[in-house]
């Protein structure tokens, strides 16, 4: 099979595991030609934790590089798209997803916003709205439960999660869509976590879960779109994604605290890529 060439989107936080840090690992090592656009460079990530840390917008840099690459003719087989730090960048996607893909590109969407019901700091309603914008763009959207709220213009619903508050927010914004839906980040219980998910063309929301360990652990979002998307433009199903991705997700969030590794700097994930590379060799039925 034809190695897809596969563009990355999102910012890249230099001395952490999240964002572009992890998903070029993942990526690559489920068997795909990685490439990446960066939209902002930051010494760490913004969450709780880091005070005074660095910012570059990348955005001025952007139109150089895709006019380069436009003069190269370079096409991509699929793009994943994560954190975007403006406006102006969410539309540009638009034009990027036209004229940098091949006929048959699979576009997967984490449409970056929030978390625990509220937006992230700098975040407006016109952000919202141009993402709700892009969203029709995508062939795959993984949003957690506060960013599906957002789209939607649903509340927040507290935890833990029930079939009864999460399934109108899928099927709301997959009939906003039409394309098949990741919801990461629901709680099935209190010893459970995973994602709900559709496929597109299908009204049966399914769920996956793993074990739920406790603590707050930064990255997760971005290893879990990284695993789900790597698979799918391997081709294969939603379902075995969403299997593989939660519990690949619960592996590397135990090594993190059996390993008294500090959570803050992101999750221990390197040492169980063989494990995915393993559940990508084995065959389906």
């Known amino acids: 099979m034809k190695q897809p060439r596969i563009l990355v989107i999102q910012d890249i936080s230099t001395s952490c595991r999240i964002s ?68 102006e960048q969410i539309r540009l996607m638009k034009n990027i997803i036209t004229q940098f893909t091949t006929e048959e590109a699979l576009i997967v969407l984490d449409p970056v916003m929030g978390d625990h019901g509220t937006l992230y700091p700098g975040f407006s309603s016109e ?81 996956a879960f793993s074990q739920v360990h406790p603590g707050h652990f930064d990255g997760v979002g971005d290893l879990f779109t990284s695993v789900v998307a790597g698979f799918l433009f391997q081709q294969q199903s939603l379902r075995r994604a969403n299997e593989v991705a ?16 500090d959570p803050l700097y992101g999750i221990a994930f390197e040492k169980d890529l063989r494990y995915l590379m393993e559940e990508l060799k084995k065959e389906t039925f």
């Not at 699929?78 to 730090?85: A, D, E, M, P, Q």
């Not at 919202?128 to 960013?147: G, S």
């Open 20 to 87: 572009m840090n992890v998903a070029v690992p993942i990526l690559s090592c489920l068997e795909n030609w990685v490439s990446i656009l960066p939209t902002a460079l930051l010494s760490t990530h913004t969450g709780k934790g880091f005070e005074g840390y660095t910012f570059l917008d990348l955005s001025a840099e952007i139109p150089a590089i895709l006019n380069h690459w436009r003069s190269l003719g370079i096409k991509f087989d699929g793009i994943v798209i994560g954190y975007l730090s403006s406006v």
């Open 127 to 207: 952000h919202v709205k141009a993402m709700r914008e892009l969203c029709q763009f995508a062939d795959v959207l993984i949003p957690n439960v506060t960013e599906a709220c957002l789209l939607t213009g649903t509340t927040y619903p507290k935890k833990p999660h029930t079939k009864k508050t999460i399934d109108p927010i899928i099927s709301k914004l997959n009939k906003q869509n039409k394309q098949s839906i990741v919801l990461s980040g629901v709680t099935g219980t209190e010893k459970q976590v995973g994602a709900a998910f559709v496929t597109k063309g299908s009204s049966e929301i399914c769920y």
């Open 246 to 261: 939660v519990n690949y997700i619960s592996k590397v969030v135990k090594r993190t605290i059996d390993d008294k590794i």
